[in-house]
């Protein structure tokens, strides 16, 4: 049996943020990815503000900055903005994540790959048993005193320990392409029910002369697979080109929405596993890194102290909700009402964005991180915008709270 301090489950951006801070403090960290590679595969589209690159400290991962967007309607119309710096940065998530764990092997964490997490297998005097296999089949056992799940959206960690999952998890399509047509200085969103129901599709350049192509929907009859398919030909159709066949495909989940809790006796969720992605945006590299910070600050004084009881690690969930708790809450929010937008409904969206002032706003205002702060000033500029919700709206500007008056659950939405 492998005894350690601290067992991360899941050798993502969170998972090795967390690892490499309690390794800094002198605690004996053990990190187990199942895949056999560290980075791979690749789940995310690479989109990041530049606060997490601030926190990965490094900016060697960065394959182009990008300066705007054009959001385009169900019926192609399209509003651009440009701003005069960067606004995100796309890059080499599989190089972001090599990164972030050879940071924190560097730190003293350890990494042991193509290991699973199976399940517990018990807890006594503060510590918990973990049951784990190799890619073999062969099977492990570890000791922790503290168990990290930073496991992803489908978290065996969370499901072991009894934590409630995420309300919505929404199927997501992507591909890169080696060539496609484009500003490779802007990305692309495309909205709209037909489109991209339950969130958006996108194009990211890749900073090569390609780009990121994907779609994540709300569970439905059709897959994400189809609405991928047809946002290429959207997307054919808008740049009068046809797309080579794409490099690489990837199918993954997205959760939208809160875990209850995020701490229980010896275990902490961070990133992914504990639901810290972006509600408008599907985002979650900063926010789960942010988090993984927040929680190696808890964890630290937990271990030091010799007490990992939920009582202890109860303050990780106070810092992540008085840190990012009111923009999350006030995401969902907007989000539900987005759920309701008709076609007809988006193309009035776009056109009441494109005036000059609103775009202004957008550039001055906009942040990929905290994008209700923009779409505050733009609802204050526009009563146009305000008229497709007046009475939700108006709570919401009104300072009412983040999610009154109550909505029905959006069509996504799990049982929990």
């Known amino acids: 049996m492998r005894r350690t301090e601290v067992l991360v489950v899941g050798a993502g951006p969170a998972g090795s943020t967390i690892a490499e801070r309690l390794s800094r ?20 589209a690479g989109l990041v503000s530049d606060r997490a690159l601030s926190l990965a400290g490094s900016r060697a991962m960065v394959r182009t900055p990008v300066h705007g967007a054009t959001v385009l309607s169900p019926a192609l119309r399209a509003v651009s903005f440009k701003a005069p710096v960067p606004r995100a ?12 764990a050879d940071r924190a092997a560097r730190a003293g964490a350890t990494f042991e790959t193509g290991v699973r997490f199976d399940g517990v297998a018990g807890r006594q005097d503060g510590l918990t048993r973990i049951a784990a296999s190799d890619a073999d089949g062969g099977a492990r056992e570890y000791e922790a005193r503290l168990v990290v799940g930073a496991d992803g959206v489908a978290s065996a960690v969370a499901r072991a320990f009894r934590l409630r999952r995420p309300v919505e998890i929404l199927p997501a399509f992507e591909a890169e392409f080696a060539e496609s047509p484009g500003d490779p200085d802007e990305v692309e969103v495309h909205l709209g029910r037909t489109v991209s129901p339950g969130l958006f599709g996108w194009w990211i350049p890749d900073g090569a002369g390609g780009a990121r192509i994907g779609v994540a929907v709300t569970p439905g009859a059709t897959t994400a697979r189809a609405y991928f398919d047809r946002l290429v030909a959207r997307i054919e159709a808008r740049h009068g080109r046809p797309l080579r066949s794409p490099l690489s495909l990837v199918a993954s989940g997205i959760p939208i929405g809160t875990v209850p809790r995020l701490y229980g006796d010896g275990v902490l969720l961070v990133g992914d596993a504990a639901a810290q992605v972006k509600p408008l945006s599907g985002g979650g590299i ?3 890194m942010r988090a993984a910070e927040l929680a190696g600050e808890v964890a630290h004084e937990a271990l030091v102290a010799g007490d990992a009881s939920a009582a202890r690690l109860a303050r990780y969930e106070a810092l992540w909700r008085h840190e990012l708790g009111e923009e999350f809450q006030r995401a969902l929010y907007l989000r539900r009402l987005f759920l309701r937008l008709s076609d007809a409904e988006f193309e009035r969206l776009l056109e009441a964005l494109q005036g000059s002032e609103m775009k202004a706003s957008i ?3 906009g942040d990929i991180d905290f994008p209700t702060h923009v779409a505050g ?21 009104g300072g009412r709270g983040p999610l009154a008056p109550d909505l029905e659950p959006g069509p996504g939405r799990q049982a929990t």
Request: aromatic share 8%; net charge neutral; with cysteine.
């Open 25 to 44: 403090q002198g605690h004996d960290v053990v990190v187990l990815e199942e895949h056999a590679r560290v980075g791979h595969p690749v789940q995310c």
């Open 89 to 100: 940065f796309v890059i080499d998530r599989a190089a972001l994540d090599v990164h972030l």
């Open 363 to 365: 550039v001055a205002f």
């Open 286 to 288: 900063f926010t789960g």
């Open 377 to 397: 000033q733009l609802l204050r500029q526009s009563p146009s915008l305000v008229r497709l919700f007046p009475k939700a709206l108006g709570a919401w500007l």
